[in-house]
């Protein structure tokens, strides 16, 4: 889970993945998620964590966020 201010590793059951039970790691927002690796896995600190390949689009974005603004598109609906 990415916020404005921190990164979650939300911890899930190993049957029920659908639904968290715990927060497992927290990092600050400014935590470099990538490079995504094969698997895709991404290393924050000293641990690798796998994620569903849907979701490598939603790690790059939070990464161009905070580390290149620029690259991103303007957002449609700016009123919400």
Known sequence: MVTASAISVLATRTLRSDRPVAVFAEFPRHTRLGPILPGPIIELD???FEFDEE????VAAA???VFAPETLPPDPLPEL
């Not at 979701?55 to 939603?58: G, R, S």
Request: glycine share 0%.
């Open 63 to 65: 990464d161009a966020e």
């Open 46 to 48: 000293s641990m690798m």
């Open 55 to 58: 979701y490598a689009a939603v």
